[in-house]
């Protein structure tokens, strides 16, 4: 980015008190990534989606006491270069899966659930159960998607491709034909996606393309009445880091949609995944939480890539988190992350340039 562009505190989830975004941002070498916002006029953000499948999004009826609406929405990825969406699998809610397995049915579905609990690799029932009431079984012979499938944990969203089928207990069971974690995929931009917007059962909205549509919906609840919904499919860079030997897919801070929205309205974090800052000279760098929904912790990094201190934040917390030297770089990601994977103050954080070599 050419231009200056100036953060205000506030306005991110993890706002820069005063700083500027720019400088070696334009010689990172990055990919295309997308994903999809829904707003609700006097609400807020409802829902922010990355992975491809049938979304539920519920929120309360502000018409009807203790009644609630849903919208639905239907993300599809071309099935071109690094995308795993092949043709023959139904898009279902996991609602809607849990029908056609009961009924004896037996369709290839794709499913976006979150996981539940772990159940080891019983055949009987499954590597994993999920919050929507489905049975995650892997097909013996197949040692990378088991692999795949029991490196799962309690809380994580996943995309399952594969057949339903009903247990001998009664139980919905997918047999996977594919399991996507949302973990990073170095080097593959974002395929093209088509997003659709249903409401009461019927197509009301659809995006093929980068941009926003808005519409007024009538309330499922008290006639007359009308619920306003903003649908926005997003495109944006990010960039493939190296985080003490580990790789990290991080969405790049420098545009206009990344300085305001940041990680608010997000309930949380893809595995290996977080947000890059990258600022124009050196500068201690102040970092407060203001309208984060889920823990960070953040990561303070000089010019060659040196971690200088890792500070954690809670949801609301207005405590600063402060460089302890002046930093080019923040790296913001899931609370114990760095922890986890052994990368604390003097660990390196490596990043592609546009030349190959450079670093």
């Given at each position: 980015m050419s231009a200056k562009h100036f953060i205000a505190a506030g306005v991110l989830v993890g706002a820069v008190v005063l700083t500027q975004v720019g400088g070696d941002a334009e010689s990172l070498r990055t990919r295309r990534g997308s994903d999809v916002i829904v707003f609700r006029h006097g609400s807020g953000t409802l829902a922010r989606l990355r992975l491809p499948g049938r979304?539920?999004?519920?929120?309360?009826?502000?018409?009807?006491?203790?009644?609630?609406?849903?919208v639905v929405v239907n993300i599809t990825r071309q099935p071109t270069g690094g995308s795993t969406d092949q043709p023959g699998y139904e898009n279902v809610t996991p609602g809607q899966a849990l029908v056609l397995a009961l009924k004896g049915e037996s369709p290839a579905v794709c499913?976006?659930?979150?996981?539940?609990?772990?159940?080891?690799?019983?055949?009987?029932?499954?590597?994993?159960?999920?919050?929507?009431?489905?049975?995650?079984?892997?097909?013996?012979?197949?040692?990378?998607?088991?692999?795949?499938?029991?490196?799962?944990?309690?809380?994580?969203?996943?995309?399952?491709?594969?057949?339903?089928?009903a247990s001998a207990k009664g139980r919905a069971v997918i047999t996977v034909d594919d399991l996507e974690t949302g973990a990073p995929t170095p080097g593959q931009d974002e395929p093209a996606w088509t997003v659709g917007f249903e409401w009461n059962g019927e197509r009301v909205a659809s995006?093929?393309?980068?941009?926003?549509?808005?519409?007024?919906?009538?309330?499922?609840?008290?006639e007359g009445k009308i619920e306003e919904l903003t649908l926005q499919l997003r495109q944006f860079r990010k960039v493939d880091l190296?985080?003490?030997?580990?790789?990290?897919?991080?969405?790049?801070?420098?545009?206009?949609?990344?300085?305001?929205?940041?990680l608010q309205g997000r309930d949380g974090l893809l595995p290996d995944h977080g947000m890059w800052f990258v600022f124009e000279q050196p500068y201690r760098a102040v970092f407060v939480m203001k309208t984060v929904s889920f823990p960070l912790s953040i990561a303070f990094v000089r010019d060659d890539g040196t971690?200088?201190?890792?500070?954690?934040?809670?949801?609301?917390?207005?405590?600063?988190?402060?460089?302890?030297?002046?930093?080019?770089?923040?790296?913001?990601?899931?609370?114990?992350?760095?922890?986890?994977?052994?990368?604390?103050?003097?660990?390196?954080?490596e990043w592609p340039k546009d030349k190959e070599g450079e670093h």
């Open positions: 979304h539920e999004v519920g929120f309360p009826c502000k018409h009807a006491r203790d009644q609630r609406e849903v499913v976006c659930d979150t996981v539940r609990e772990l159940l080891g690799t019983d055949a009987a029932e499954g590597v994993f159960a999920t919050e929507g009431g489905l049975r995650c079984r892997v097909p013996t012979g197949v040692p990378e998607l088991a692999k795949l499938a029991g490196g799962v944990r309690a809380g994580q969203k996943v995309v399952m491709r594969g057949r339903l089928s995006l093929a393309r980068p941009g926003r549509v808005t519409i007024e919906l009538p309330c499922t609840h008290e190296r985080v003490g030997g580990h790789i990290v897919e991080a969405e790049l801070a420098d545009d206009k949609e990344a300085r305001s929205y940041g971690i200088v201190n890792i500070e954690k934040r809670d949801p609301g917390e207005l405590r600063e988190a402060k460089a302890l030297e002046a930093v080019r770089y923040v790296l913001e990601m899931e609370q114990g992350w760095f922890t986890r994977h052994g990368a604390g103050p003097g660990a390196k954080v």
